[in-house]
């Protein structure tokens, strides 16, 4: 692969109209901002992260999450920057790297726009609502790719349509981003057939056209029939994520008091060594209050981890331009910044996403999601009906619902459930249950 086709301003759906006029804001930093003033950015604040919507205590939801996915993102991109123009001097191709901060960010902003309502369990629970519950009856009326989609929804795949897709109303090309941001959106190019057992893939059937374009454009190389390169800077947004999840599930855990002060204290002290982790006791030996001593600490962490992160994409750059296999970034770091990341992965399996208030939210949301699809999927299936008649009426008129195929009628639920936020889904719920009426 080459940065210069890997990092392109070229718009999906505004091709015709793409022009190589230079401006103060680059197109990059316009998606950015196209993303920070869009609806379905702003839905993420209702929506759950791991934890329950913050109650007294203040803890993350997925918007807070991509944000801080997003600055992590762009700091590691600094970093790997710097290296880069260090290790190569020429001005050109430094005028074509400077954007990467930019994309990057913008992709981790983007990264969980289509995750369902009530954390990864609401994919789960689409998921298995084909595969265990009433839609396996739909499947001998659907493709095995379509069918695939659907017992193996995905929120990645999930936002890569809500950027790309045109939707009732919409223009063409949905959000109209350029190529680049698209191409380090998509952390799983493959489609669903190409699943494997973890269920991950980047894009549906109806948006592989989509991607085919961008990839080709951007000479993403395919690999075999439906499995794609990454592009490189689909592992600098991984690894932002992946940072920024497991460190902060920590510091959210400790606010709940699910784990100590002396439990959190000690994980994110194993990231380092003497005399540094010396120095980080006596700076919170200056402070009183146990949430300031963590985050100071996590700020410490994050920090490590993004110039190791960045020194670590720079040594597999040449492995990552050939399409070869290389991991995720945060597994081929030093050896005790691997150990005491694995160790915070350890500790949120068997401490934090077992917690009661997080098994209690996947519960509710399992019988939530449950009951909208199936009163949605009667809806659109059996149109004639006089109950379906009614609820129609009310589904908001950017998703078909009357679209000509089985297949779209589907996605058009999809899209309206995953859309929702977690607060949406229950007031829904209850209305449609008949436990909540609109005042007389």
Same mark, same amino acid.
């Given at each position: ?10 718009? *999906? ?17 316009? %998606? ?9 950015? #702003? ?30 993102? /762009?700091?590691?991109? #600094? ?71 659907? =017992? ?67 000479? =993403? ?75 100071? *600490? ?25 399409? @070869? ?11 005790? *910044? ?12 068997? #401490? ?14 399992? /019988?939530?999601?449950?009951?909208? *699809? ?15 008649? @009614? ?17 779209? /009628? ?15 889904? @229950? %007031? ?13």
């Amino acid at each position: 692969m080459d940065w210069q086709r890997l990092i392109s301003d070229r718009r *999906l759906g505004l091709e015709e109209w793409h022009d190589e006029t230079t401006q103060m804001r680059s197109d990059f930093q316009r %998606d950015y901002d196209r993303m920070i003033f869009s609806s379905p950015f #702003r839905r993420m604040q209702n929506k759950t992260q791991v934890f329950p919507l913050p109650g007294s205590v203040f803890v993350h939801n997925r918007l807070t999450h991509s944000l801080e996915v997003s600055t992590v993102g /762009r700091s590691i991109s #600094r970093e790997v920057l710097m290296r880069l123009y260090n290790q190569n001097s020429d001005p050109e191709l430094y005028k074509i790297l400077q954007h990467i901060p930019d994309i990057v960010a913008t992709a981790c902003l983007c990264h969980d726009l289509g995750n369902p309502p009530f954390g990864h369990s609401g994919e789960k629970t689409i998921s298995t609502w084909f595969s265990e519950g009433p839609g396996r009856e739909l499947q001998k009326y659907l493709s095995l790719k379509q069918w695939a989609d659907l =017992i193996n929804f995905e929120g990645n795949a999930n936002s890569f349509r809500l950027l790309t897709h045109q939707f009732v109303g919409r223009r063409k090309g949905g959000f109209a981003m350029t190529y680049s941001t698209l191409g380090t959106l998509v952390k799983y190019p493959w489609t669903s057939l190409n699943a494997g057992e973890k269920g991950k893939f980047g894009f549906f059937e109806s948006e592989e056209e989509s991607y085919r374009k961008v990839a080709e454009w951007l000479g =993403i190389p395919e690999l075999q029939d439906g499995v794609f390169a990454r592009h490189p800077l689909v592992y600098l947004m991984e690894a932002a994520d992946d940072i920024c999840y497991q460190i902060m599930d920590i510091e959210d855990a400790h606010r709940l008091s699910i784990l100590s002060t002396q439990e959190a204290t000690e994980a994110l002290l194993a990231f380092f060594e003497e005399p540094k982790r010396s120095k980080l006791q006596r700076g919170m030996a200056h402070l009183d209050d146990p949430n300031e001593k963590i985050s100071y *600490l996590r700020s410490n962490v994050i920090g490590s981890l993004v110039e190791h992160t960045a020194d670590s994409f720079v040594h597999n750059l040449p492995a990552i331009m050939d399409a @070869l296999p290389v991991g995720a970034l945060v597994d081929l770091n030093p050896p005790l *910044l691997r150990e005491a990341y694995k160790a915070c992965s350890e500790i949120a399996f068997s #401490r934090i996403y077992c917690a009661p208030s997080v098994v209690d939210v996947d519960l509710a949301g399992n /019988r939530i999601i449950e009951y909208l *699809l199936d009163v949605l999927m009667e809806a659109v299936l059996h149109p004639e009906k006089n109950y379906s008649q @009614l609820l129609l009426t009310k589904m908001p008129r950017q998703y078909d619902f009357n679209a000509s195929t089985l297949y779209g /009628r589907i996605q058009a639920v999809l899209d309206h459930v995953s859309g929702m936020t977690d607060v949406y889904a @229950l %007031d829904l719920f209850r209305k449609l249950n008949g436990h909540s009426l609109p005042a007389v």
